[in-house]
């Protein structure tokens, strides 16, 4: 496909986005903007985009395809200014956001003048942010949620999916209010869930010293969500406000049936209470990208001694396997440390344990 494409917004998503399109699309020319300038400029040197766009304005006149990825306020925003401007009546306005129903209901705007709004969602996301951490592979095998009104015809989705065909995702079409749900369910409300975790985590901390020490290994991995965007997530609560006070009531249900086990130290419910919550765990999609983005953890037992996280990461870098993340768990109960180290991919995660294994005779594992 020729046009022009106009990413708004040149952080991780737009980025990537912009590079898959870039990928597919030879004959494209891809237009970017970011409040940021310096995002744009490093956007253009990365060859991430084609050209900057000076403001919105400039880029979204000619666009063929123009890709909304900002934050969910943001994106109300831009939606409000483009259906203001004379864009061309064939042009395709998308969003990544994760809410859909206020942002659909805003794209009205947009609608009443001719011009098609079709929501969306890419469900893909990396620990690192900014267009310097763009890759057009970040959505391959990921779930990317459409939420078309019941009016947009079916040509138009289609569409769509062809600019979109170098993600490599598993498209899915759903309603913008059965989007909400879904995702409040296995993303919004675990969220909320892990801060909560910490704050109370943090409270009785005051009391005990120790805590946070003891909090460095396995309570750190249970809690990670915790430390994404406040801003963010203040506005993501805020747009899905209504779904998730509901799930906090079943929330609270839940928790006060555990509590009523406790009390009448029933120890048979409570064993089956931890056994269905391992069953129905464990027959989850163990390779399929969910709602929140996975963590390719590798575990590696190393001996305490001078230079040897230089050492493994020096066998990586000679096959030229990227890390995202590494650090040693500081609780343990041995002599041997573990050393644990964060991929972008479970590809890149296997052919760390291999690389490993070839190298020395340091045992590795996963985390299921």
Request: glycine share 8%; proline share 4%; aromatic share 8%.
């Amino acid at each position: 496909m020729n046009g022009r494409v106009f990413v708004i917004g040149l952080g991780l998503i737009g980025g990537s986005l912009a590079l898959c399109v870039k990928k597919e699309h030879h004959e494209a020319v891809v237009v970017g903007f970011d409040i940021n300038g310096e995002q744009a400029r490093l956007a253009k040197m990365l060859g991430v985009i084609d050209e900057i766009a000076e403001n919105i304005d400039d880029g979204a006149i000619d666009a063929d395809l123009i890709i909304i990825a900002a934050p969910v306020n943001e994106t109300k925003n831009i939606i409000r200014l483009l259906s203001e401007l004379p864009l061309n009546p064939e042009v395709i306005v998308t969003d990544t956001g994760s809410t859909k129903s206020k942002i659909v209901e805003s794209a009205a705007s947009l609608t009443k003048k001719g011009i098609t709004f079709i929501g969306g969602h890419p469900m893909a996301g990396s620990h690192k942010s900014g267009v310097s951490a763009a890759k057009e592979i970040l959505f391959e095998n990921a779930f990317y949620l459409l939420t078309p009104e019941e009016y947009i015809e079916g040509s138009r989705v289609e569409r769509l999916k062809e600019w979109l065909i170098g993600t490599n995702a598993k498209f899915l079409t759903i309603t913008p209010g059965n989007h909400d749900y879904l995702t409040g369910i296995v993303s919004h409300f675990p969220h909320i869930i892990a801060a909560s975790i910490v704050r109370q985590t943090e409270k009785l901390a005051e009391a005990e010293g120790l805590i946070p020490r003891l909090a460095a290994g396995g309570f750190r991995d249970i809690t990670r969500i915790a430390s994404s965007s406040p801003a963010m997530w203040k506005d993501i609560l805020l747009h899905n406000r209504e779904i998730l006070i509901e799930l906090l009531d079943q929330w609270q249900i839940e928790m006060n049936g555990v509590k009523t086990l406790l009390e009448k130290e029933n120890s048979a419910a409570i064993f089956d209470y931890f056994q269905q919550a391992k069953q129905f765990r464990d027959g989850l999609p163990q390779k399929e990208k969910g709602a929140i983005p996975a963590f390719y953890d590798l575990f590696v037992d190393i001996p305490d001694y001078p230079g040897v996280v230089s050492e493994i990461t020096g066998f990586l870098a000679k096959e030229r396997i990227s890390i995202t993340n590494i650090r040693i768990l500081e609780t343990r109960e041995d002599i041997n440390g573990v050393l644990v180290i964060s991929f972008q991919t479970e590809e890149d995660r296997q052919r760390a344990g291999r690389c490993i294994g070839s190298y020395s005779s340091y045992s590795t594992s996963i985390g299921i």
